[in-house]
T-cell receptor, first 114, second 114 residues
């Protein structure tokens, strides 16, 4: 039973345009959501997070939106740059500030074309 | 500030053997989590340690075990290796068990079982 789903295995975007990566979840007990970026042969790098008490969080070019009623979150990257090409994982945690257990989606490979 | 260090980076073991992987968290971080990444299953949570105590465990068989030392360094052990244990093993640390801070991942140990 996959509790966190990233239904798009890949996404290709032109440099300078917006990249939108989507994530759906099924567990209504999830209270905190995170996005990670991963390059080959490296560990995931934390990008941005959002608590369930918010519906939006921004950090530079990255914005995460949370729609709790739809159990959906998305990561917007504006403008996209070739260096953003990587695998993006969304992750969820059932308890805020606790347990250390993250449930990851399967990842979306983003390619930003120059 | 040094990142999360995992050793060794690569490992080849024979089926039936056992293996120990090491993780040194960022200085001051007390929470260490371990994950297994495989192409088919994605990133899956193994267990989390906080102040030398295992606080949470994923759905892995008892062949997978871990421990944390007083300096927060953690080790993961897999006994009676199976071919299916071939994976990238990642550890992540956090200054508290707080998803608010994000978790910083190491580069991982690539284990190949032959």
């Amino acid at each position: 039973d996959q509790q966190v789903k990233q239904n798009s295995p890949s996404l290709s975007v032109q440099e300078g345009r917006i990249s939108i990566l989507n994530c759906d979840y099924t567990n209504s007990m999830f209270d905190y959501f995170l996005w990670y970026k991963k390059y080959p042969a490296e560990g995931p790098t934390f990008l941005i997070s959002i608590s369930s008490i918010k519906d939006k969080n921004e950090d530079g070019r990255f914005t995460v939106f949370l729609n709790k009623s739809a159990k959906h979150l998305s990561l917007h990257i504006v403008p996209s740059q070739p260096g953003d090409s990587a695998v993006y994982f969304c992750a969820a945690s059932e308890y805020p500030g606790n347990t250390g257990k993250l449930i990851f989606g399967q990842g979306t490979t983003l390619q930003v074309k120059p | 500030k040094a990142g999360v260090t995992q050793t060794p980076r690569y490992l080849i073991k024979t089926r039936g053997q056992q293996v120990t992987l090491s993780c040194s968290p960022i200085s001051g971080h007390r929470s260490v989590s371990w994950y297994q990444q495989t192409p088919g299953q994605g990133l899956q949570f193994l267990f989390e340690y906080f102040s030398e105590t295992q606080r949470n465990k994923g759905n892995f068989p008892g062949r997978f075990s871990g421990r944390q030392f007083s300096n927060s360094r953690s080790e993961m052990n897999v006994s009676t290796l199976e071919l299916g244990d071939s994976a990238l093993y990642l550890c992540a640390s956090s200054q508290d068990a707080g998803t608010a801070y994000g978790y910083t991942f190491g580069s991982g140990t690539r284990l190949t079982v032959v």
